[in-house]
């Protein structure tokens, strides 16, 4: 079945170092995109990608990082210039200029700084 | 810009009761209108979406209008259970398949048997 895989499910971190989430999909979505949520804020941007080698910032891109080397997968690192990296994030994707389509989700991430 | 606003939770209803969760949206054009459901430690799911004014989305008896003259996107089921019990997240496009998706803070519903 076509879907969206996040991992790992849980993830802790120590103050100042680098964390890397996976997400990878085989829907052969050209736009995949990356999702923080805390509670009450609902899901804030980080960064989104369009096609393979390109991607954009999203309202919160500060202190993360990504790459889409493929188009299976679009990684988001966490770095340590980010202060409160504790959070649920999840990746999407979806079909490039297809508004009407609406996005697919992964089951997230949790990351913890302990 | 683009933006959503939902009405705050949480939502408490018994069972069988008559649900309703405001959305109103502001927007450029003609954007396309979502409604998402989380389930809890879960990602998002899509409930149901509406792509053109006076349209109805429905999925598993919720249902949404799309009413371009107010501006909203209501979200609305006959007789909630007890397994509805999740966030609901209203989300909008915008114009072109260069605009990511704009949601809402999401809205908390409890259902008690």
């Known amino acids: 079945d076509g879907g969206i895989t996040q991992s790992p499910k849980y993830l802790f971190r120590k103050e100042g170092q680098n964390v890397t989430l996976s997400c990878e999909q085989n829907?052969?979505?050209?736009?995949m995109y990356w999702y923080r949520q805390d509670p009450g804020q609902g899901l804030r941007l980080i960064y989104y990608s369009q096609i393979v080698n390109d991607f954009q910032k999203g309202d919160i891109a500060e202190g993360y990082s990504v790459s889409r080397e493929k188009k299976e997968s679009f990684p988001l690192t966490v770095t340590s210039a980010q202060k409160n990296p504790t959070a649920f994030y999840l990746c999407a994707s979806s079909p490039e200029a297809e508004t009407n389509y609406g996005y697919t989700f992964g089951s997230g991430t949790r990351l913890t700084v302990v | 810009g683009n933006s959503v606003t939902q009405m705050e939770g949480p939502v408490t209803l018994s069972e069988e009761a008559f649900l309703t969760i405001n959305c109103t949206y502001t927007a450029t054009g003609y954007p396309s209108l979502f409604w998402y459901v989380q389930y809890p430690g879960e990602g998002l799911q899509l409930l149901l979406k509406a792509t053109k004014a006076d349209d109805k989305g429905s999925n598993k008896g919720f249902e949404a209008t799309y009413r371009k003259e107010t501006t909203s996107f209501h979200l609305e089921k006959g007789s909630v259970q007890v397994s509805d019990s999740a966030v609901y997240f209203c989300a909008l496009s915008g114009n072109s398949g260069n605009t990511p998706l704009v949601f809402g803070k999401g809205t908390r519903l409890s259902v008690i048997a």
């Open positions: 829907l052969n979505h050209d736009a």
